[in-house]
């Protein structure tokens, strides 16, 4: 009845940065060739959503539909859609997979690249917007907008999932988990036995920490400094514990000495430029490698010694946990079901959409690992 209709629901609503989100009924239009119209039945919140209402994005756009970890089911198909029809559980991918662009096509990275400049102008892949409130256009948001009850994303950004996986669990592996966990599996590729260093035990540490169990790795130090991150991270494969701010030496020279030189490999989960240079220099001479996976506020650069380097320590990242996105998330949906992956002690809070900014302050607050809305 849907199809083809303007539809009227609710969203939350971020009409400028360092503003509350406002819960207003808007307009979403059905989608156009190559673009999906979903409804999105559960969001997570994630540090990327605050990170632009805070204004700190210098991309950032307003008015705008934030959200990028959702879940949902397909409502129509736009023109030429074959890979997903109505009724599909599916979802949004904030890095998409066409399959065809040069990123596509190499084994080495999962960026593709096909939307990536409509996308960073808040905008569908045709230039234009979706969504309209009071007489507004709304930007989109990392191809996903899932702060709203419907959301219009390109084909290429939404991954078909199995229906029988709990939509209100698996919404979390269109980011955090996703992150994590592919760090340690894709991007440092974790052997058995090695020892593994991650700064901040929040949702993305804590996915690298399962990462690197799933990888039998032989040690895996937790830093925070937060002592309360301990306890929980032990569910999640940490098995050692540092805290810098009861140290009164540097950590990288404290985890030297608890490695016999350091750790294999080492994960920057916080996105502090500080924490990162601890990370490099925590690693093992020779071969410890560094993966960057905290988003640093703009602006901000890393430093370290260039004979870090030159001794075989290597610093690299990677977005999304390097996963390809549309042929991997049905596949890590497939594990949790399987019991391989942990999805569900991620959940810290559950909260109908009304109450959105409640989740944002418990994220800052530090008393959640991942809030879900329901829509
Ligand atoms: N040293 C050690 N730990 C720190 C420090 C620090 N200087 N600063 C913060 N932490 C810890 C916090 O105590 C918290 O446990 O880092 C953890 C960060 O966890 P969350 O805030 O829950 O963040 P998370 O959702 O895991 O995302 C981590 O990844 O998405 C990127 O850059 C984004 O900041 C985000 C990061
Ligand atoms: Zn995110
Ligand atoms: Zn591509």
């Known amino acids: 009845a849907t199809v083809g209709q303007v539809i009227k629901c609710k969203a939350a609503v971020a009409w400028e940065e360092k503003k509350p989100l406002v819960i207003e009924e808007i307009e979403v239009a059905p989608p156009g060739p190559g673009e999906v119209r979903l409804k999105v039945e559960f969001t997570g919140v994630c540090h990327t959503d605050a990170y632009t209402l805070g204004g700190h994005d210098p991309e950032g756009l307003f008015p705008s539909v934030l959200g990028h970890e959702g879940g949902g089911v397909v409502e129509s198909v736009g023109e030429g859609v074959t890979s997903v029809q109505p009724g599909d559980h599916v979802i949004p991918l904030y890095t998409p997979e066409c399959g065809e662009c040069k990123f596509c096509k190499s084994p080495k990275t999962n960026l593709c690249s096909k939307i990536r400049a409509t996308q960073g102008r808040g905008l569908m892949p045709d230039g234009t917007s979706r969504f309209t409130c009071k007489g507004k256009t709304l930007f989109h948001f990392m191809g996903c907008s899932t702060f709203s009850q419907y959301t219009v994303a390109a084909e290429i950004s939404v991954a078909k999932i199995s229906k029988n996986a709990p939509l209100d669990k698996v919404c979390l592996l269109g980011c955090g988990i996703s992150t994590g966990y592919g760090a340690a599996i894709n991007t440092a590729k974790v052997e058995e036995g090695s020892t593994c260093a991650i700064w901040g035990l929040g949702a993305v540490g804590l996915a690298v920490a399962m990462g690197c169990r799933a990888q039998k790795a032989g040690r895996i130090i937790g830093v925070d400094i937060n002592d309360d991150k301990f306890e929980v991270a032990k569910v999640f494969g940490v098995t050692e514990f540092v805290n810098p701010k009861k140290l009164d030496k540097k950590v990288s020279e404290v985890l030297i000495e608890m490695t016999d030189g350091g750790c294999d490999y080492t994960f920057e989960c916080i996105g502090n430029v500080?924490?990162?240079?601890?990370?490099?220099?925590?690693?093992?001479?020779?071969?410890?490698?560094?993966?960057?996976?905290?988003?640093?506020?703009?602006?901000?650069?890393?430093?370290?010694?260039?004979?870090?380097?030159?001794?075989?320590?290597?610093?690299?990242?990677?977005?999304?946990?390097?996963?390809?996105?549309?042929?991997?998330?049905?596949?890590?949906?497939?594990?949790?079901?399987?019991?391989?992956?942990?999805?569900?002690?991620?959940?810290?809070?559950?909260?109908?959409?009304?109450?959105?900014?409640?989740?944002?302050?418990?994220?800052?607050?530090?008393?959640?690992?991942?809030?879900?809305?329901?829509?």
Not at 284 to 300: R, Y
Not at 348 to 359: Q, R, S, V, W, Y
């Open 274 to 375: 500080a924490t990162m240079r601890d990370a490099l220099e925590s690693c093992h001479k020779g071969w410890g490698e560094s993966i960057i996976l905290g988003v640093a506020a703009a602006g901000q650069e890393i430093s370290t010694r260039p004979f870090q380097l030159v001794t075989g320590r290597v610093w690299r990242g990677s977005a999304f946990g390097g996963w390809k996105s549309r042929s991997s998330v049905p596949r890590l949906v497939d594990d949790y079901m399987n019991k391989k992956l942990m999805v569900d002690e991620f959940v810290t809070f559950m909260k109908p959409l009304d109450e959105i900014n409640e989740a944002f302050e418990l994220m800052h607050a530090g008393k959640a690992l991942r809030t879900v809305l329901i829509m």
